[in-house]
C-alpha cells in the first residue's frame, strides 16, 4: 500500500484520490489510440485532452498521479511560500503605521497542516476517478515496452496505435562524501515535515534553492544557502539575481557564493558540514540538509532499448521538434525529454503532442515563446531572450529598464525593489525578451509573453491603457520610454518652435 506521510487524514485524503489503494485495473481494450506513460502533468493533459477528441486512452502511473507539481513541487511549495510571506508582511507592518508585538510565534506544524489540508483539496483535479469519468482508462503500475506496439502493466497488455512517454524527472544528490549516511532533503521529502529544523543547510541556488530558503527563513529557521556559482540563479539576468541576493542577506539568510561542500559527518543529531570557499575551509553545524542541485529524467525500467527510444540518463529522451523519439511512433512530454523541466512547459508540450501524435500535425516545440518564474519575494519572471541570448546569435537589441522606485503603486505598497527590463530588435519595437523583477512579477510577464506571441511590439502597448494605479503600469512606462527614441531630430526641433 502506498502511504504519503506524515499518515494524517490531509494525506489520507491525497492518496484515496491520486492512487486509490481500493483501486482495481480495468480490463484493457483490443488497442488504445493512445497509451500514456507517467501521469504528472505533462501524462494528464494528454490523457484528459485526447479523450475529450474521442480518442481511446489509456494511462499509466506507479505512483501518484499528479506528479510532482500537485505533491512535492508547485502545490506545496507555493503554500510554504504563502505562509512565510504572512510572516514577513507581518514584521514590515510597522513600515505602514501598523504597531504589532515584538514577537510573533510561527506555528509550524500549523503551516505543514495546511498545506497538507490544500493539496489534498486540489488533488480531486488529478484524481483516478475524475480520470476514469472523463473516458480514460487508469491503470496504477509500473508501465514497461514488452513490442513495437504493447506496454506491460500489473500483468496487462496494453495495446497501442501510439504512445506518449511522460514519466517527468527526479531530484538528484550530489556525490558528497557523508552526504547519503548523514541523511538529506529534497523536494520529494522536504514537505513531510511535521517540526521546524532549527538550523537548515539549502544546498543550491537555483530556483528551488532560493523559494525554500527564503521561505523557512522566514518561518523561523536559521538558514544557510550554499552556492558553487558566483551568483544564484546562475543562468538569470544578473540584475535581477543581484536584488534577490540582496534581500535573502536583509532576511537573515547566510549566503555562501563560489562555495562547494568537502564532506558531511554525523555527530549525534547534527550533521558537520565542511565547506571550502576562495576564504578557506569552514565547518558549518546544521539539522537538516535540503540538496536543491537538480533533476535527472526518469529513463530506468521502460525497457526503451526495445522500442529503439534514443536517450541518456542526463538529459533525458531523444525528441526531434515534433516531441516525435526515435521511434516515430512514440512521443514525448514535459522533464523526460526537455531542458526546462516546468509545469506550464509540460502542459504546453503535451498539446503539441495531442496534435502531432493524433491529427498528423506539426506543431514545433521550437515555436513555443515561454515565460517562467522564480516565487521568492521579489519574484523574478523572464521571457524570450536574455541580452547575452542576442549577442550569442548576432542580434542587436535595445534595452529599456523601469526600475520599479519609479511606479508610484510600487512606492506606495512598499515594493519599491525590482524593475521591468524589456529588449528589442535594434531599431525596431520587436520584443525579444524581457525580465520583470516585482512582487507579483509571475502574474506581469504573461502580458509580455501574450505580446509576443501575437508579434506586438512596444509602440502598440505604449497605446494601451492601463488602470492607474498598477505595478503593471511598469510596462507601459517601459513601452513609453521606446517612443521618445522615435523622435527624430526634425520631429523635435518643430516641437520646440516657439
Partial sequence: MLEVLPPDKYNATLVSNVHPPDWKNPEPAPRYNLVVIGAGTAGLVTAAGAAGLGAKVALVEKHLLGG?????????????????????????????????????DVDFPAVMERMRRLRARISHHDSVRRFRGLGVDVFLGEGRFTGPDTVEVAGKTLRFRKAVLATGARA??????????????????????????????VLGGGPLGCELAQAFRRLGCEVTLVEMMPQFLAMEDPDAAKILAEVLRRDGIDIRLNTTVQRVAISGKEKQVHLHSGDGEDLLVVDEILVG?????????????????????????????????????????GDICLKYKFTHMADATARIVIQNALFLGRKKLSALTVPWCTYTDPEIAHVGMYERDAQEKGIEVDTFVRPLSEVDRAIVDGEEEGFVKIHVKKGTDKILGATLVARHAGEMISEITTAMVANVGLKTLAGVIYPYPTQAEAIK??????????????????????
Avoid: M, W
Avoid at 81 to 99: L, P, Q, T, Y
Avoid at 182 to 199: H, K, M, Q
Avoid at 477 to 498: H, I
Fill in 68 to 104: 510532482d507539481c500537485l505533491n512535492v513541487g508547485c502545490v506545496p511549495s507555493k503554500c510554504l511560500i504563502r505562509s512565510s510571506r504572512a510572516v514577513a508582511d507581518i514584521h514590515e507592518a510597522h513600515r505602514f503605521g501598523i504597531k504589532v508585538p515584538e514577537r510573533v
Fill in 172 to 201: 538528484i544528490a550530489p556525490p558528497i562524501e557523508g552526504l547519503a549516511e548523514a541523511g538529506y532533503l529534497t523536494n520529494e521529502t522536504v514537505f513531510s515535515l511535521t517540526e521546524r529544523p532549527r538550523r537548515l543547510l
Fill in 293 to 333: 542541485v537538480g533533476r535527472a529524467p526518469n529513463v530506468e525500467g521502460l525497457n526503451l532499448e526495445a522500442v529503439g527510444v534514443s536517450y541518456d540518463k542526463k538529459n533525458g529522451v531523444l525528441v526531434n521538434d515534433y516531441l516525435q523519439t526515435t521511434n516515430p511512433r512514440i512521443y514525448a512530454a
Fill in 477 to 498: 512606462q517601459v513601452a513609453d520610454l521606446y517612443n521618445r527614441t522615435r523622435l527624430t531630430p526634425s520631429v523635435k526641433k518643430l516641437l520646440t518652435r516657439g
